[in-house]
């Protein structure tokens, strides 16, 4: 039976266009091999600090089981606004320009879904998070890519935005700190874009989920540029920065008419997200601070190991200046970023993620997570450092 005639012929067409991610695919390589260290998956190695959890404890405790308002706790949405307003210095109305979603995945489907026309053409920089590109095509946008480069850090310049824009250009997807590559943009350089935003008439939908892991320098928010919060879809959550990935909350900042178009879709099919994560994150906006700086400093140690470490073993690697992602470019060693993860995984069980699964401009790059654990990044880089001589000596055969 072909699989046309199968249940499978009661798939839409453009979800069975849809790619699986190449971060799945290299994980069902890396399930069958035992005593793998992970520098794969994108998730802090901490487990969410313990007031957090104990506020959701209370929470279930205390019988708060029922759904919430559509748009999340009111109180949640006051904590929300004040310190949004406090750390990207944005003022955002906790009564209409706020809405609680199911982590930064929920805010970014319904800020694609509220915005998209089919045919819209939507930019987004590369490499990117893997989501970017399957969630606009879901919703019959046109994805287009801005190709970002190391020798700019990984950031959007003017010249690639103005080459990547066209009549049909709706909107702009930007993610600093960037997964995968721990890209960052100064103020000045984020003025640049919003100049031409502003002139273009174009839409930004920020993805700051990696904003409080910034290590150099202080994080600007686009939104918070002059002209540009009626013009800005901020999305923020919980997931990394106060490690609550399990908790499944975030939420999407806006001007009112947008986030009331996201709204409808959500009440629709969401209701609300979840009424111990909402409490949860209550917790963490109040009290959450401290835990946060210090798994952030944590990172920072790891980060300045590894880079130092994928240096030194030949891998040239830029200075992520946030997120938890180091990024190495691999070309030096002649193979391809598939064919390097999976021998690397295969022969010295380190699982880093190739870096074309975030789209053809990671060709040639490595993503390797340091949200884990010093002692294991630093077996990891020993290994790497072998496999790595290896190669070349076989190379050079
Ligand atoms: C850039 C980016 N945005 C959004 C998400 C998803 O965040 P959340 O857990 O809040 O849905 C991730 C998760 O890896 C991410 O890397």
Redesign the pocket.
Known sequence: MSSREGPSRFVAEHVRGIPYSGIRDFFDIVQGVPDVISLGI??PDFVTPWRIREAAIYSLESGHTSYTANMGLLRLREEISGYVAQNYHVQYDPQKEILVTV????A?DLALRATINPGDQFLYHEPC?V?YVPSIDLVHGCPRQIHCTEESRFAVTPQALEEALTDKTKAIVL?FPT?PTGGTMSREELEAIAKIVRERDILVIS?E??SELTFEGEHTSIASLPGMKERTLFLH????AFAM?GF?I?YACGPAELIEAMMKIHQYSMLCAGTASQEAAIEALRHGRDECIAMRDEYKLRRNYIVEALNSIGLSCHMPRGSFYAFPSIASTGLSSKEFAGRLVKEKKVACIPGNAFGPSGEGFLRCCFATSLDKIEIAMERMAAFVSEVRDGGSK
């Not at 982590?103 to 929920?106: E, F, I, N, P």
């Open positions: 994108g998730e982590g930064v995945s929920q970014l998070y989501s993610n997964n993805d989920v990696y959550g919980f997931s990394k990935t499944r975030g």
